[in-house]
């Protein structure tokens, strides 16, 4: 079993930052895929961005040049670094955890980043 633990959203003016950390624990396997997606009201879940454990990453379009992700590998833990936050960023912000061996997606509980204007 896999368990991930999300911290960090909250409550941010327009152009203000927050730091999202996810904590994976359990039987990780050393080849994986973590990331973020999110999920604002009426609308569908999306990318926000992954990174592989060899390191490459990608971005949705609409947050490149504002969002990082990054990982500890020692620790399992991802982070999303968010800057220039606009209200449109407004969502619940899930982890994820694929596990390539298995080709299995693990969810977060979610956490809400809201950004007012």
């Known amino acids: 079993q896999v368990q991930l633990v999300e911290s960090g959203g909250g409550l941010v003016q327009a152009g203000g930052s927050l730091r999202l950390s996810c904590a994976v624990s359990?039987?990780?396997?050393?080849?994986?895929?973590m990331g973020w997606y999110r999920q604002a009201p009426g609308k569908q879940r999306e990318l926000v961005a992954h990174?592989?454990?060899?390191?490459?990453?990608n971005y949705a379009d609409s947050v490149k040049g504002r969002f990082t992700i990054s990982r500890d590998k020692a620790k399992n833990t991802v982070y999303l670094q968010m800057n220039s936050l606009k209200p449109e960023d407004t969502a619940v912000y899930y982890c994820?955890?694929?596990?390539?061996?298995?080709?299995?997606?693990?969810w977060g509980q979610g956490t809400q980043v809201t950004v007012s204007s």
């Open positions: 994820t955890y694929r596990d390539l061996r298995l080709q299995y997606n693990y």
């Open positions: 359990g039987s990780v396997f050393s080849f994986n895929v």
């Open positions: 990174i592989a454990s060899g390191g490459p990453t």
